[in-house]
């Protein structure tokens, strides 16, 4: 027979104490004199009792206190990666000023992510860089909470914030025109859910099925067509977000196509693995091949030489996104803009 499950009453009495005071020792301390908690701690490990229920207290309350944050990758990713490392400071930073924790869940293994989801005690969701067609995303909205889309279009959501991608691109093209580049690669991110890495053909650069790769070749090839530049005359190549594929995929990119002079790097990571493969080829940048990237993270800065890219703020799109979700003023799609910033990967001092 399974043991009773020691209840909030049961340490309350053994404390001496009303039920709401034991509550309030355990979810609001600073309204309970220290001696009397301490009392209802001992009592409480005396007991084995394993603290307030959450699925009661939310029913109490109406709130869990938290909110889940859902990455299309791995842990390891939303540690890693600048961009999402940025992204959870802000939100980090906004659920500070209201009290409220984080749950981080990965959907790189969606029957655990749908798992996580249906169990998860959160008042409402983030969702980063996601389509909508997949069956995390439904069993989101199964659970009748806010939805906050960020990075990506998702309907019915109950907010979106988005970086204005297509203009980050078409300013990061036309830069590199600017700069004397006529010949062009466009380093992409991953293009759908499904791992496909290497050349791009056109069908694959129209399926695309991540809005931030749609904007942003979009941006790209309108700035490059604009010039004279046909989409048909661009080397596509598909690339993981670690600076090391890059690296390797340039490689062999410039192996087959020593003429590019220009790279268009859809991401900061991918291009700085760009610059790594320059260097290891013997390319000279800015002098025969100008690389560009998006995002402004930080170790562009320390880069040989350093990074030329289009700035967003991704502190304020996190904290942006956890503001609507943690707010009132929901159904809002937010849009942020961008920054060129030239350093020497582009243009010499």
């Known amino acids: 027979m399974a043991a009773k499950r020691v209840k909030l009453l049961d340490v309350a009495k053994a404390a ?169 690669a466009i380093l992409s991110l991953q293009a759908t859910e499904h791992d496909h890495f290497g050349p791009m053909n056109a069908n694959r650069v129209g399926a695309a099925s991540h809005r931030v790769v749609r904007e942003r070749m979009a941006g790209y090839h309108d700035a490059l067509q604009s010039a004279g530049i046909a989409p048909t005359d661009i080397i596509h190549v598909e690339c993981d977000n670690h600076s090391e594929h890059s690296a390797k995929m340039t490689v062999e990119m410039l192996a087959q196509h020593p003429e590019i002079d220009g790279i268009l790097a859809m991401s900061d990571v991918i291009a700085i693995g760009a610059l790594d493969a320059a260097r290891e080829l013997g390319r000279k940048v800015p002098d025969d091949l100008k690389v560009i990237g998006i995002d402004g993270i930080v170790a562009g800065e320390r880069t040989d030489p350093p990074l030329s890219s289009v700035r967003q703020d991704s502190v304020e799109k996190g904290r942006l996104a956890a503001e609507m979700a943690l707010g009132e003023d929901t159904g809002r799609t937010i849009i942020l803009e961008t920054g060129l910033l030239v350093r020497g990967s582009t243009k010499t001092a």
């Open 16 to 184: 001496g104490v009303s039920q709401g005071t034991a509550s309030n020792a355990f979810g609001k301390p600073d309204l309970v004199r220290r001696e009397v908690r301490d009392r209802i701690f001992a009592a409480a490990k005396d007991l084995g009792y394993r603290g307030p229920h959450v699925m009661a207290r939310m029913l109490r309350t109406g709130k869990a206190g938290a909110l889940g944050v859902v990455f299309p990758d791995n842990l390891e990713y939303a540690f890693s990666d600048p961009v999402a490392i940025e992204l959870l400071r802000g939100i980090g930073r906004e659920c500070a000023r209201h009290g409220v924790n984080v749950m981080i869940i990965s959907a790189e293994n969606p029957q655990q992510a749908i798992a996580a989801v249906n169990n998860a005690a959160v008042d409402a969701f983030l969702v980063h860089c996601y389509s909508d067609n997949n069956d995390i995303i439904s069993a989101i909205q199964r659970r009748n909470q806010p939805l906050i889309s960020i990075d990506t279009d998702i309907a019915g959501a109950a907010g979106t914030v988005l970086l204005d991608d297509h203009a980050a691109a078409k300013t990061a093209a036309a830069h590199l025109l600017e700069c004397g580049a006529r010949k062009f």
